[in-house]
């Protein structure tokens, strides 16, 4: 289990998957060696190989969750380079997540995470744009109208 804090070797997600598990049942030694995972300062790099190759949700949570706080704590000395690769992954998700009803009402927790991401990124406005160039057509645009309505209605 060391191997998941080994940043010298590609991340063993299906490993990630069942500690996930493990965490979300409440094992206490799982906690502490995620807990290790996710103050590491690379864990963040490491949140686009879960999203994409995990097949659990509790993992897509977790890596949400590593992302989430590296924008938060690690945003502002970030190259302008690494922003936009965020900004465009997160984006990119979301459209992918929003391909039709039966997928956003599938992936719907972790649109929402997404969601709080894409806003603290500042790409709100490109993923309206893309999502009106992206197929479909009107599901990604009626996420990206429900996340401007967001923004902007207080509560």
Do not use: Y
Request: aromatic share 6%; proline share 5%.
């Amino acid at each position: 289990m060391q191997h998941l804090v080994d940043f010298s070797k590609p991340l063993d997600v299906a490993l990630f998957d069942k500690l996930a598990a493990g965490f979300f049942q409440g094992h206490q030694k799982i906690a502490q060696l995620l807990v290790n995972f996710q103050s590491h300062p690379q864990a963040w790099m490491r949140v686009d190989s879960i999203l994409e190759k995990s097949s659990s949700q509790e993992a897509k949570v977790l890596a949400l969750r590593i992302l989430e706080d590296a924008v938060r704590t690690k945003w502002k000395p970030l190259p302008k380079e690494q922003k936009e690769g965020i900004r465009a992954f997160v984006v990119g998700l979301i459209i992918k997540l929003s391909s039709s009803p039966d997928t956003m009402k599938a992936q719907a927790q972790l649109l929402k995470k997404l969601d709080v991401v894409l806003v603290q990124v500042g790409a709100l406005i490109l993923l309206v744009c893309r999502s009106l160039r992206c197929s479909p057509f009107w599901t990604s645009c009626r996420h990206a109208a429900t996340l401007c309505h967001r923004a902007t209605v207080p509560g």
